[in-house]
């Protein structure tokens, strides 16, 4: 079956480490984006690639890095520069940037930082 | 700018129909989609319609589309309890690679 992987799907980080989200399609997709979502709050952007090696900063980088090394793995790091990293992350996918395209998401890694 | 809104909650009957609203600021958009979250998931997309377009109609679900108003509604005929989620309202533009998503409406459907 095709999809898109996260994992894990509970995280818990002491504050003032740094910590790696991991998002994998094989849906041969060539987008990928991560997204943040807190409570009473739409979707925010953070990061997207549009291909293998290239990405884009969305609304909301400050804190956090990407890398796109393969076309099948976009991973997030959270850094210790976010300021509340505490959020559920969503990755998605989509065959590319076009405004038309469905993306599809993965289920969600649920981050909590104490 | 970019700013979708949407209310929070909506409870509803089984059996009724539910209609979630959503309005948006930026009149550039191509591309308006309804997504749905169940509980602790990822994001399904529900439907989409083309900002040329004022309805569209899929089984249960009718969209509606007031360019004029920026106002984009989702109907949700004979709802079940299965419908229970939040409805996310979303739009695309014409450069692609970023949606703009609304805050949710959590429909609450009661037997």
């Known amino acids: 079956d095709g999809g898109i992987t996260q994992s894990p799907k509970y995280l818990f980080r002491k504050e003032g480490q740094n910590v790696t989200l991991s998002c994998e399609q094989n849906l041969n997709h060539d987008a990928m984006y991560w997204y943040r979502q807190d409570p009473g709050q739409g979707l925010r952007l953070i990061y997207y690639s549009q291909i293998v090696n290239d990405f884009q900063k969305g609304d909301i980088a400050e804190g956090y890095s990407v890398s796109r090394e393969k076309k099948e793995s976009f991973p997030l790091t959270v850094t210790s520069a976010q300021k509340n990293p505490t959020a559920f992350y969503l990755c998605?996918?989509?065959?590319?940037?076009?405004?038309?395209?469905?993306?599809?998401f993965g289920p969600g890694t649920r981050l909590t930082v104490t | 700018g970019e700013d979708v809104e949407q209310s929070l909650f909506l409870s509803v009957r089984e059996g009724d129909s539910s209609v979630i609203n959503c309005t948006y600021t930026d009149s550039s958009s191509t591309y308006l989609y309804w997504y749905k979250q169940e509980p602790g998931a990822g994001l399904q997309l529900l439907t989409y319609?083309?900002?040329?377009?004022d309805m569209k109609q899929d089984q249960r679900l009718t969209v509606l589309l007031n360019k004029k108003d920026k106002h984009l509604s989702l109907r949700i005929a004979d709802t079940q309890t299965g419908d229970s989620a939040i409805y996310f309202c979303?739009?695309?533009?014409?450069?692609?690679?970023?949606?703009?998503f609304g805050q949710g409406t959590e429909l609450s459907v009661k037997p």
């Open positions: 998605a996918s989509s065959i590319d940037l076009a405004d038309w395209v469905e993306q599809y």
């Open positions: 319609i083309f900002s040329n377009m």
């Open positions: 979303a739009e695309s533009f014409l450069q692609g690679g970023k949606l703009i």
